[in-house]
């Protein structure tokens, strides 16, 4: 990846608040949209999901999981040239006395004053 496409796909990760977000539910796959942060260094993503939430329960039985992130579609372009983004990864509980957590929230609220 190139210095401009690496520019391209920060933007993309900082800029479009929702992702979709795959899960496994009960061994079949299942999606769902989250609002999303990235961290500052861009190291990692974070979403906030409710314990009441398939998708939390499905993360907590398997933490496999894969996030989708899309550029908004305009009147005249291809839903094929989106720009977007897909991850893959492992989802791990960040609680209020790790060391990370005052850093995610933070990037959270920022993207997101309304959550």
Do not use: E, W
């Given at each position: 990846m190139d210095a401009s496409e690496s520019a391209a796909l920060m933007s993309l990760l900082r800029t479009q608040p929702v992702a979709s977000l795959a899960t496994l539910h009960k061994g079949a796959p299942a999606v769902s949209?989250?609002?999303?942060?990235?961290?500052?260094?861009?190291?990692g993503f974070v979403i906030h999901v409710s314990q009441l939430?398939?998708?939390?329960?499905?993360?907590?039985?398997?933490?496999?999981?894969?996030?989708?992130?899309?550029?908004?579609?305009?009147?005249s372009e291809s839903p094929l040239a989106l720009p977007r983004a897909s991850v893959q990864g492992q989802a791990r509980q960040c609680a209020p006395e790790s060391p990370g957590y005052e850093k995610?929230?933070?990037?959270?609220?920022?993207?997101?004053p309304d959550a």
């Open positions: 949209m989250v609002p999303f942060a990235l961290l500052p260094d861009g190291t939430a398939t998708h939390t329960q499905d993360m907590l039985q398997n933490p496999t999981m894969a996030l989708l992130v899309t550029a908004p579609l305009a009147a995610a929230r933070q990037a959270y609220l920022a993207k997101l």
